[in-house]
């Protein structure tokens, strides 16, 4: 797990979220964490179809429900943040809205996923190419 303080999430300004974030301080790495998973092992695009959205496609067993939960308690502690997910097939799409004012998260958020994408399966099939002696 990457450390808390090294996630991108480090764009935004402290006034920008705690204020309007109501999730303990002490459980935030942990909510890091389970968004760090999900784009490591789920995400296969991302795309900024406005200014204040961005659409995040996923894959996976089981994605639909863990997205609906994650986004679910996120929207409990940032009500800012506005989910829509459907699915289709053996995708689940997720856009995320913010209002204005919050541009800076909606941005801090798609770097972070962007760059986390993919990440678990390069790994692991870079590994697997690798000749084992």
């Keep these: 797990m990457e450390p808390v303080g090294r996630t991108p999430l480090n764009l935004l300004t402290p006034a920008a979220v705690p204020a309007a974030c109501t999730l303990p301080t002490v459980e935030q790495p942990l909510r890091v964490s389970e968004f760090d998973v999900l784009f490591k092992h789920n ?11 961005l659409r995040m496609v996923l894959i996976g067993d089981d994605v639909e429900a863990a997205a609906r939960d994650l986004c679910d308690r996120e929207s409990r502690c940032c009500s800012f943040f506005t989910f829509a997910i459907d ?10 809205a913010v209002p204005p004012a919050y541009l800076q998260v ?9 760059s986390s994408m993919g990440q ?8 697997e190419q690798t000749p084992r002696p």
């Excluded at 699915?87 to 995320?96: A, L, Q, Y």
């Excluded at 909606?106 to 962007?114: M, R, S």
């Design 87 to 96: 699915r289709s097939g053996d995708e689940v799409t997720v856009d995320i």
């Design 43 to 53: 995400l296969i695009s991302i795309e900024r179809v406005a200014d204040l959205q």
């Design 120 to 127: 678990s399966s390069m790994g692991q099939s870079s590994m």
């Design 106 to 114: 909606l941005t801090a958020i798609q770097i972070w996923a962007t």
